[in-house]
C-alpha cells in the first residue's frame, strides 16, 4: 500500500520557520515528481512548491518564493519543506502529493498520491 506521511507541523509566531517532512511507503519515488499544497480554513487547495524527481528543478508559488524552500532524499525516500519568515496567512494544513507524470502534472494537483496533512499555524 502507498502511503504519504507528513510530519513537521505545528504552532509558530510570525517570522519563524518550521520544516516540515514528507516520508513515502510502499514503493520507491525516486522517480516520481513530488510537491506540496496546502489548504487554508474556507479556501480552496493550492499549489506551494514541487520538486523534480532528479531535483533538478523546483517551482514555487509566488507567495512562497524566497521564503520556502523544497528538497528530497531519494535515499530516504523523503521530500522535505522548509518554510522561513513565516506568516499569518501562511496558516493551512500542508499535503504532499507525488506522481509518476512529472512536475506539471504535481503543480495541476492532479497527483496520483496524496498525504492526510499537516497543520501549520502561525500566530501574529
Known amino acids: 500500500q502507498v502511503q504519504l506521511v507528513e510530519s513537521g507541523g505545528g504552532l509558530v509566531q510570525a517570522g519563524g520557520s518550521l520544516r516540515l517532512s514528507c516520508a513515502a511507503s510502499?514503493?520507491?519515488?525516486?522517480?516520481?515528481?513530488m510537491g506540496w499544497f496546502r489548504q487554508a480554513p474556507g479556501k480552496e487547495r493550492e499549489f506551494v512548491a514541487s520538486?523534480?524527481?532528479?531535483?533538478?528543478?523546483?517551482y514555487y508559488a509566488n507567495s512562497v518564493k524566497a521564503r520556502f524552500t523544497i528538497s528530497r532524499d531519494n535515499a530516504k525516500n523523503t521530500m522535505y519543506l522548509q518554510m522561513n519568515n513565516l506568516k499569518p496567512e501562511d496558516t493551512a494544513v500542508y499535503y504532499c502529493?507525488?506522481?509518476?507524470?512529472?512536475?506539471?502534472?504535481?503543480?495541476?494537483?492532479?497527483?496520483?498520491?496524496w498525504g492526510q496533512g499537516t497543520q501549520v499555524t502561525v500566530s501574529s
Open positions: 520538486i523534480t524527481w532528479s531535483s533538478g528543478g523546483t
Open positions: 510502499g514503493r520507491t519515488f525516486n522517480s516520481y515528481a
Open positions: 502529493t507525488a506522481s509518476p507524470k512529472g512536475p506539471s502534472t504535481v503543480i495541476a494537483g492532479r497527483g496520483e498520491y
